[in-house]
């Protein structure tokens, strides 16, 4: 699997990380999720072959909107995993994945362990309620960003994280429930 440098030394510098790019893995391109975390977790959830799910959350703040991607994974014999990644609608790179993801009919996860090597390559789970919600949280960013006169995307994320609880991330990759 192909990374930029500038990807490979973030990802070497991360305990955990979670991201979402542009690649080929032979397809043609399409937007892939890398998350680095600890061989042990990844290695347990691949041989549980763990199910990989995905939620969407917006929240409108006075900086701007912020559309949230939360992963998760759980294995009774590792753990789970957790990762959560944004998305700033005002950013034309960000608002190109999104569409992008959402005419995608498959959503890959390339798992890297401390070594930076590919510990497991997954499929999220990807149908159509996971596609609605997405769109949802799309039409409710791009809603909310026609009320922002300066937006301040890092100011955001920071208001994002204040207000909304891990729990509530989670529960959105369960119950397809966005705020």
């Known amino acids: 699997m192909k ?43 691949k041989g ?11 929240e409108a703040t006075e900086a701007g909107p912020v559309i949230c991607l939360t992963l998760v994974s759980k294995s009774s014999a590792s753990g789970e995993l957790v990762g959560e990644t944004f998305f700033d609608v005002f950013e034309d790179e960000d608002y190109d994945a999104l569409k ?21 390559l997954a499929e999220a789970v990807w149908g159509e309620l996971e596609r609605i919600c997405a769109e949802q949280a799309l039409d409710k960013a791009e809603e909310a960003a026609g009320k922002v006169e300066n937006p301040n995307f890092s100011l955001a994320r920071e208001l994002f994280q204040e207000k909304v609880p891990m729990d509530t991330l989670v529960a959105s990759a369960y119950h397809g429930v966005g705020s």
């Open 100 to 120: 992008d993801i959402l005419s995608q009919p498959r959503l890959k996860v390339a798992m890297f362990d401390e070594g930076m090597e590919v510990a497991w």
């Open 48 to 58: 549980e072959n763990a199910e990989v799910r995905v939620g969407w959350l917006t």
């Open 3 to 45: 990374l930029s440098e500038e990807i490979k030394e973030y990802l070497k510098g991360a305990e955990f990380a979670f991201l979402c790019l542009k690649m080929d893995l032979g397809g043609g391109e399409e937007n892939i999720l890398i998350v680095k975390s600890t061989g042990e977790l990844l290695r347990g959830l």
